[in-house]
């Protein structure tokens, strides 16, 4: 079996993963499955927003 990674929901963000997760929630008006398992590494979602231009 493979390893599972469990989204954070922005609802319990914290820090950084919060702040990140505010941002994609304010650009996309939702907030998409990929970018709350993004959020587990919020270096990752950074990155991603960065080269996505949100």
């Known amino acids: 079996m493979g390893m599972t990674i ?3 929901q922005p609802e319990s963000a914290a820090g ?6 505010d941002q994609v929630q304010e650009g996309l008006g939702r907030v998409p499955n990929m970018a709350k398992s993004m959020a587990n590494s919020p270096a990752l979602l950074k990155s991603s927003l960065a080269l996505s231009g949100a």
């Open 6 to 8: 469990t989204p954070i």
């Open 16 to 21: 950084a993963a919060k702040e990140l997760l």
